[in-house]
């Protein structure tokens, strides 16, 4: 059926002439009123994206702009009611039709959203205007939206944000006077050289305020100049005179480049200043003095910084001033007679040749730049002035090496930022992939290990649940492989001698490669140790090893080496996500075909191989490149076309004990009765792990998000565990629901799960403080151990909580005595390790100050002086042996965010007799600092304002008497002269001797 109003309405205005509104709250298109076929009409004929939501349901009506802007959503949305169409922003459209159908109006200006247009979350940011529309009697009853996308605007003002940083930060560096200008000319910054230059201060120059410092007889040719340069985008080059800081007018050569983007439109201007005063006075001097060559002239002949040359019409050299000889190299004796061609840089040859026929032909050059070959090789830019008199050519020539270096470094420094965002770009987005697969294959593994019980008694058939299930590990790996780009994964890092770690490949990989591959391991002696992930390690060097054995194709020698390395700040520079430092270094080297440049640029990306297809996933070296970077270290690739590649890790040293590997699992796996609360937001991995721990002989509660998990915790049902997933959607996040919980129930234990951490519960690749955590996908066996070993813990610190303050400090008593005797203290610690047990876990790290006994297997840090195999009681100080008494009555400062631990460490630190003041921040603490005073502050690393080290460095110059202890899981970046680490969870044994040595 025709419908006039709908004429010239595009495409859409065809979808919605057969569109069934009789379904709608609007009813049936015959019998839509004046005013709406009018509002539809002038929408429809809007180039702009328009939307009119009708109705207190908000019934949708749009243009082909809005249809272009809805994405995926259209044309489902046409018809359907706002909230149920965007049901992520159903918010904010609600409050919309409330205001408008109530007569008001909106305006919002680049609105931020997270909208799902293709189907995932999507970043935008839109100008929204809403205004009523009104009935024929003048009611409002719908709202007409005006919806323009500012997305692009808004993501480009933020890359020119971070360009214009860039520029001046460099520009900053260098000891020219640089500035900038806008499009328009209109100049907006300058740096601190042309401020100090001119005696001026930051702000006095910008706009058309710079014309001050210009002397008056110059200001209209520049003001000209400048404006048709502007004008015409084309380079502006004037020479004029600029006041100094002290009064004096020197000549400069200002010189500015317009930015100009690929639609070739000027973004804006980059100038530079240069003082040629000197040039200028040289030039004048040279063509009013040929024929009296005064003594004053010889003087500035032979000191003058700049080149100075004279030659004849044709090029031939006759005299050259000591600044050629010391720029350039070569004496006055072997340049006398050569022509001026012989020592230019053949690309300049052609030009400087014609710049010579100008000055035959009487032309004066000004600025004119060429490359001058040095005698010992390379070459110097040099911009020359010169004028031709008698026959004559004299010119001087200014050499702009480092101007131009700096230019290129600026320029390098933009490609590699540029190749940083992109990694990142592309780990983010590898990341969520690997969530989403992870979430995948653990409703697939889960459902194979609960069907595996079922076909116990069919061979045939446990043999293909067998083979998917190796498919599922196999998927995990590439799973693992993309986290470990996207630096997501949690590493578990240990101190090792990755020398004797790499050692122990030698036969795995000699059996992974083959008898064709020769095999060579070369450790250096006095290795370093290193804080890293030895299972991710393992991945790394097999991965490279196996892209070495193919790119020999299976003939060849692979040469492994392992040893010290120090890169010092000359290569950081050169490597600006790199702190230059000492680290542990490890090179595979092969003796393959190596790699082209252009291979070597790509070598990182994901998915990127050079293999025929179906012979690798491309993830291998993006796996190692994402880990040693993860781990605070570095990759570099040396390689050429037929000459072998040598991929170098520099992971970071670290200066602690090694620490002990960690025993196999043995343990049974084994049920329960208590309560978990499984929080999963994906329907079929919730689905599964109820199964899972329900046949485990658990009870079950089961929650889609937090919110719902929360509910549940709040009816009052008792809970034993909290099992939640780390990324869910809502506004509550795990973590909080993890706080709310404890708060809630002081007793539970929560085990954390996912395929992708975020940044919610780990940092720095290791996990927070108190957090364990489950990764997907996982198999029934670790499912069970881990869920027995979380509620272990708790149990244990249940029951360390329950003990009276009168038992805990009989127990120190006993233990200030023992010291008295070494070996019957170290038969005292022995039999309390017995009377904990499996309780212990030596894994995880916790806050929960309950739990600080369980961790007397921490070896402490060894005693200065004294070697470090030596067993623990000879390594005591003999001071320490009176410690329990001798130390107390001392002035503590405890810094420490976690409130419960930050009360059971002061109460603990009292019973030992000290005076304590606790803070749970650095602002309190240095105000405690300021109005008292303190012997000892004992600090967490991570507080919430400042840092430990930061706080600790403050500190200690408000009172350089104050000795520092860090109490932290982790270890600070540089420890501070005379400060002890207290590795967290630490036993009553460690902080009383830490309090001794101190």
Same mark, same amino acid.
């Given at each position: ?727 869910? %959607?809502?506004?509550? *996040?795990?973590?909080?629901?993890? &706080?709310? #919980?404890?708060? $809630?129930?002081? /007793?539970?234990?929560? =085990? ?118 030596? %067993?623990?009681?000879? *390594?005591?100080?003999?001071?320490? &042996?009176? #410690?329990?008494? $001798?130390?107390? /009555?001392?002035?503590? =400062? ?105």
């Amino acid at each position: 059926m025709n419908y006039p109003f709908l004429n010239g309405g595009g495409h859409i205005a065809q979808i919605i002439a057969s569109y069934d509104w009789a379904g709608t709250a609007l009813g049936a298109i015959d019998t839509w009123s004046q005013s709406l076929k009018t509002t539809v009409s002038t929408m429809l004929r809007s180039t702009l994206p328009m939307v009119a939501l009708l109705g207190d349901e908000g019934v949708m009506i749009y243009n082909d702009g809005y249809s272009e802007f809805a994405g995926r959503r259209h044309p489902m949305s046409l018809g359907s009611n706002v909230r149920e169409s965007w049901p992520e922003v159903a918010d904010h459209n609600d409050y919309v039709i409330r205001v408008a159908l109530a007569g008001g109006t909106l305006a919002y200006k680049d609105q931020e959203m997270t909208l799902l247009r293709s189907g995932k979350p999507e970043q935008v940011w839109m100008n929204l205007d809403y205004a009523p529309i009104l009935d024929e009697a003048g009611k409002p009853w719908g709202v007409l939206v005006v919806v323009v996308d500012t997305t692009d605007k808004i993501r480009a003002e933020q890359q020119l944000r971070a360009s214009e940083n860039t520029f001046r930060t460099l520009a900053q560096a260098i000891p020219s006077q640089v500035w900038s200008a806008d499009a328009d000319g209109s100049l907006n910054w300058f740096n601190e050289q042309v401020y100090r230059y001119s005696g001026t201060q930051p702000g006095q120059l910008t706009g058309d305020a710079w014309t001050a410092i210009v002397h008056a007889d110059d200001s209209a040719k520049v003001a000209a100049a400048w404006r048709a340069s502007v004008a015409t985008a084309q380079n502006f080059e004037v020479e004029y005179r600029i006041r100094r800081a002290d009064g004096a007018w020197r000549w400069h050569i200002v010189r500015a480049m317009p930015i100009i983007d690929d639609n070739g439109v000027v973004q804006r201007w980059v100038g530079t200043s240069t003082d040629i005063e000197d040039q200028k006075a040289t030039a004048s001097k040279l063509q009013l003095q040929v024929a009296e060559r005064t003594a004053e002239r010889d003087r500035m002949w032979r000191h003058a910084t700049d080149v100075m040359l004279v030659t004849t019409l044709d090029g031939w050299i006759t005299a050259a001033n000591p600044a050629f000889t010391r720029l350039l190299g070569w004496d006055e004796a072997e340049i006398i007679g050569t022509s001026i061609h012989k020592i230019i840089h053949p690309d300049d040859a052609q030009s400087s040749l014609a710049e010579m026929d100008s000055l035959a032909q009487g032309h004066s050059t000004f600025k004119f730049e060429n490359r001058t070959l040095r005698k010992g090789g390379g070459h110097a830019i040099l911009s020359w002035t010169a004028v031709p008199d008698e026959g004559f050519i004299h010119a001087v020539g200014r050499d702009m090496t480092a101007e131009r270096a700096a230019a290129e470094e600026m320029r390098r420094t933009s490609l590699k930022l540029q190749q940083a965002q992109k990694m990142e770009a592309i780990g983010k987005l590898t990341g969520g992939v690997a969530h989403d697969f992870n979430n995948l294959l653990q409703v697939i593994s889960g459902n194979l290990q609960l069907l595996a019980a079922d076909v116990a008694d069919m061979p045939r058939a446990q043999r293909r649940v067998e083979q998917a299930l190796a498919g599922v590990t196999r998927g995990a790996k590439l799973a693992s492989y993309l986290l470990a780009f996207g630096r997501r994964q949690a590493l578990d890092p240990r101190v090792v001698r990755i020398g004797r770690f790499i050692a122990g490949m030698e036969d795995m990989l000699r059996r992974s490669l083959g008898e064709e591959i020769e095999v060579e391991t070369v450790i250096s002696g006095g290795l370093w140790n290193t804080l890293v992930d030895t299972a991710q390690v393992e991945n790394a060097v097999l991965n490279l090893c196996i892209n070495a054995r193919d790119a020999m194709d299976g003939v060849g020698k692979l040469t492994i080496e392992v040893g010290n390395a120090m890169l010092d700040d000359h290569y950081a520079r050169n490597h600006p996500e790199l702190s230059p430092g000492q680290y542990v270094m490890i090179a595979v080297s092969d003796t393959g075909a190596g790699m082209s440049p252009e291979i070597m640029a790509q070598a990182f990306d994901p998915f990127f191989s050079t293999k025929p297809e179906g012979k690798g996933s491309g993830l291998g070296l993006s796996m190692v490149y994402g880990f040693v970077r993860q781990s605070g270290g570095h990759v570099q690739i040396y390689s050429e076309p037929g000459c072998g590649t040598t991929v170098k890790l520099y992971l970071p040293r670290s200066t602690d004990i090694e620490d002990a590997p960690a025993p196999p699992e043995t343990r049974a796996v084994v049920g329960g009765q208590e309560t978990i609360l499984v929080a999963e937001d994906d329907e079929g991995v919730r689905a599964t792990v109820v199964e899972m721990l329900g046949e485990l002989g658990y009870r079950v509660l089961k929650a889609s998000d937090a919110a719902s998990a929360l509910s549940i915790i709040d009816s009052g049902m008792p809970i034993d565990l909290l099992f939640t997933d780390v990324v869910m %959607p809502g506004p509550l *996040r795990s973590p909080d629901l993890a &706080r709310k #919980a404890r708060e $809630r129930l002081p /007793g539970i234990a929560v =085990l954390f799960t996912s395929g992708y951490t975020e940044n919610a519960i780990v940092h720095g690749g290791r996990l927070d403080a108190g957090v364990d955590l489950l990764g997907k996908p996982y198999t029934r066996e670790a499912l069970a151990r881990k869920v027995r070993h979380v509620l272990a813990n708790r149990q244990h610190a249940a029951q360390l909580a329950a003990q009276p303050a009168a038992a805990m400090l009989a127990q120190l008593a006993r233990r200030a005595e023992v010291v008295e005797a070494p070996e019957m203290a170290e038969q005292a610690e022995h039999a309390e390790l017995a009377e904990a047990g499996d309780a212990a876990d030596t894994s995880a790290d916790t806050t929960d100050m309950a739990a600080i006994p369980a961790t007397t297997t921490m070896a402490p840090d060894p005693v200065p002086g004294q070697p470090a195999g030596q %067993p623990a009681a000879d *390594r005591r100080d003999g001071g320490r &042996r009176d #410690a329990g008494r $001798r130390d107390a /009555g001392r002035r503590i =400062l405890l810094v420490e965010d976690e409130p419960e631990l930050r009360e059971t460490t002061a109460e603990l630190l009292e019973l030992l007799g000290h005076q304590v003041s606790a803070c749970g921040d650095a602002s309190s603490a240095l105000a405690a600092l300021d109005g008292g005073e303190f012997d000892i502050m004992l600090t967490d690393i991570s507080l919430p304002d400042l840092s430990g080290e930061v706080l600790a460095a403050r500190a200690l110059a408000l009172r350089p008497g104050l000795r520092v202890i860090f109490a932290s899981g982790q270890t600070p970046r540089s420890m501070l002269d005379g400060a002890q680490l207290l590795l967290k969870p630490f036993s009553i044994d460690q902080l009383v001797e830490a309090l001794a040595r101190i």
